[in-house]
C-alpha cells in the first residue's frame, strides 16, 4: 500500500508544469512553423507582459525559440517551439497520462459498496 | 486558428496543480477511509515539513481534513480527502485530460511530412 515515492510525480517537469506555459506550449506543438507573438497571446489569454515572462523561462530552458525579423517594414515576433521541446513536453505529457490512470484506478477502487454491510466500518478485534 | 483563450486551460486550479499536491491528492483519493501522515508522507516522497505545509494549504481550501487523535498511547495523524475535494479533483483531472487531447491533436496535425517536397520551405512569391 505505501510503495515509496509511488506518487512522488518528479517527472512533471516544473518548467512545463505551470498552467499558462502548459497552454503556450500546447500552442506551439500545433504549429511547428511557429506562431505570432499575438496569436500566441490570444490563444493562451495572457497579457504581453506574462507571456514575454513565460517565453523568457522556455527559451532559457531551450524548448522554445523567439525570432524577431520584419515582414516588409512591420516587426514580427515568432515564437516556435524547438525538437528539444518537443520531446520534453512529449515525455511530460506521457506522466500527466500517469496522474490520471493512478486518479481513475484509485477512484474506482476506492468506490463505496452500495450498501452499508453488516459490521462495516467496524475495526477488525 | 487564433480562436481566443483555446489554450487558457483556466479550469486547471491552482490549489490542485502543484506537482506535490497532485501526488497528496491521487494519494488520497484511493483511501477514502484517510492515510496515516507516515504513509501519506512515504507514498508522495515529501519531508515532514513539505507535507505538513501541502496539507494546510488543501486543508484551508476545504480539500482535506487532518485528524488528530490517538490509537491506545499513540498518536496518529490522519488525513482524508473531503468530499467537496473530491469533486473538485475530479473535475480537474476532466482539465487535465482535455490538455492531453488538445496536445496529442496538435501532435499529431504537425507531423511533418516523409520527405521535403520540391518547393518545400520557400515562401510564396
Do not use: W
Not at 497552454?23 to 497579457?47: E, M, N, Q, W, Y
Not at 524547438?82 to 481513475?104: F, M, N, P, S, W
Request: glycine share 12%; aromatic share 4%; proline share 6%.
Amino acid at each position: 500500500m505505501t510503495e515509496p515515492g509511488r506518487y512522488a510525480y518528479d517527472g512533471l517537469d516544473r518548467l512545463i508544469h505551470e498552467r499558462a506555459r502548459l497552454g503556450v506550449l500546447t500552442s506551439l506543438i500545433g504549429h511547428p512553423k511557429g506562431l505570432a507573438f499575438g496569436d500566441l497571446r490570444r490563444l493562451c489569454d495572457l497579457t504581453d507582459g506574462n507571456l514575454s515572462r513565460h517565453l523568457a523561462a522556455l527559451q532559457e530552458g531551450g524548448l522554445v525559440e523567439v525570432i524577431k525579423r520584419f515582414e516588409g517594414a512591420r516587426p514580427l515576433t515568432l515564437c516556435r517551439i524547438t525538437e528539444a521541446g518537443k520531446a520534453r513536453y512529449l515525455e511530460y505529457l506521457a506522466v500527466l497520462e500517469q496522474v490520471i490512470r493512478d486518479a481513475a484506478e484509485a477512484a474506482k477502487a476506492a468506490e463505496p459498496l452500495p450498501g452499508p454491510l453488516p459490521g462495516a466500518g467496524l475495526a477488525p478485534v
